[in-house]
């Protein structure tokens, strides 16, 4: 590279291409590492609130599966744990201020397939205790409802519509069933969990939404090797049958991922396409090389 040419342009478009491809090389990497580390973060922070395998109906807002189902779900090989879920949208109150939220009944078993106790921030994750049942929101809730979770005499109103009631415009309140909950705790994940989900008992959002003891929005199972989804996937499918969709984390915010996905292979191709720039210019000034030696020979 640096013997004299009887040309100095040779020289100049070597150096050039040579240092196109140490830039573009290192680009390249380094975008590339900073998409997967974005990637590997936005994941991480889903995962505390989303199962391992979601489990809805395709049509209508609950269903119902016999107690043997769910007890043959529960003893399959690589399935550790299975909550049953129940969930809508409502109106919480405190004081004079309220929000919409997405009030999500939870039992016992929700701390096995998520990790929504290891982001609480205030209070403590505790849903019932004794007679009394307690609320766990996100922060962006609390924060909009100005409440404080400290304060013993704070109670959250919730306000549900009544199924089997039109509403009237003389008396809009009697469509909606009213019920007061004490706040335990927050969480603090990602705006999309902070600013919308409110964790309740599952007991009482049945008694809220009058549902029968076995109707839920959703099951959330959590596997023992996340490697081995697909096939816990299908054997779930098996057992329960079709008319249910059968989602893992993936699927559940497939939208998200594939934006991400597609985000990175197109800043590859351009990267790719300015690499491939940069070798035509190399085998360009070596083939000049060649003409040249060529003719000294």
């Known amino acids: 590279m640096i013997s004299k040419k009887s040309t100095n342009a040779i020289n100049i478009i070597s150096m050039v291409s040579i240092l196109a491809m140490i830039v573009v090389s290192f680009a390249l990497v380094m975008i590339m590492s900073v998409f997967n580390g974005f990637e590997g973060v936005v994941t991480s922070l889903y995962d505390t609130f989303n199962p391992d395998i979601k489990i809805t109906a395709k049509k209508g807002k609950v269903f119902e599966l016999s107690?043997?189902?769910?007890?043959?779900?529960?003893?399959?090989?690589?399935?550790?744990?299975?909550?049953?879920?129940?969930?809508?949208?409502?109106?919480?109150?405190?004081?004079?201020?309220?929000?919409?939220a997405r009030l999500k009944g939870v039992d016992e078993h929700f701390v096995n397939v998520s990790q929504v106790d290891t982001a609480i921030v205030e209070g403590e994750y505790v849903l019932r205790e004794g007679d009394s049942n307690y609320a766990i929101m996100g922060s962006s809730i609390r924060q909009r409802l100005g409440l404080n979770i400290n304060n013993p005499f704070a109670s959250l109103q919730v306000f549900m519509p009544r199924r089997d009631v039109?509403?009237?415009?003389?008396?809009?309140?009697?469509?909606?069933?009213?019920?007061?909950?004490?706040?335990?705790?927050?969480?603090?994940?990602?705006?999309?969990?902070?600013?919308?989900?409110?964790?309740?008992?599952?007991?009482?959002m049945r008694e809220l939404m009058s549902y029968?003891?076995?109707?839920?929005?959703?099951?959330?199972?959590?596997?023992?090797?996340?490697?081995?989804?697909?096939?816990?996937?299908?054997?779930?499918?098996?057992i329960i049958g079709e008319g249910?969709?059968?989602?893992?984390?993936?699927?559940?915010?497939?939208?998200?991922?594939?934006?991400?996905?597609?985000?990175?292979?197109?800043?590859?191709?351009?990267?790719?396409?300015?690499?491939?720039?940069?070798?035509?210019?190399?085998?360009?000034?070596?083939?000049?090389?060649?003409?040249?030696?060529?003719?000294?020979?």
Do not use: C, H
């Open 67 to 100: 107690p043997e189902k769910i007890g043959q779900i529960r003893q399959l090989e690589g399935v550790s744990a299975l909550s049953e879920i129940l969930e809508e949208n409502t109106v919480v109150k405190y004081q004079e201020r309220d929000v919409i």
């Open 166 to 204: 039109k509403v009237s415009k003389v008396q809009p309140e009697n469509a909606f069933k009213q019920a007061n909950i004490l706040p335990g705790g927050t969480f603090f994940i990602q705006q999309d969990f902070d600013g919308k989900y409110v964790i309740v008992p599952i007991s009482f």
């Open 212 to 238: 029968e003891q076995r109707e839920v929005s959703a099951l959330e199972v959590a596997v023992v090797d996340p490697a081995r989804t697909a096939q816990v996937q299908k054997a779930i499918g098996s």
């Open 244 to 297: 249910y969709a059968i989602k893992d984390r993936y699927q559940q915010d497939e939208f998200l991922y594939k934006v991400m996905r597609n985000e990175k292979w197109a800043v590859f191709l351009i990267l790719s396409f300015v690499m491939i720039v940069a070798a035509f210019n190399i085998i360009g000034s070596l083939s000049m090389l060649v003409i040249e030696k060529n003719r000294d020979i």
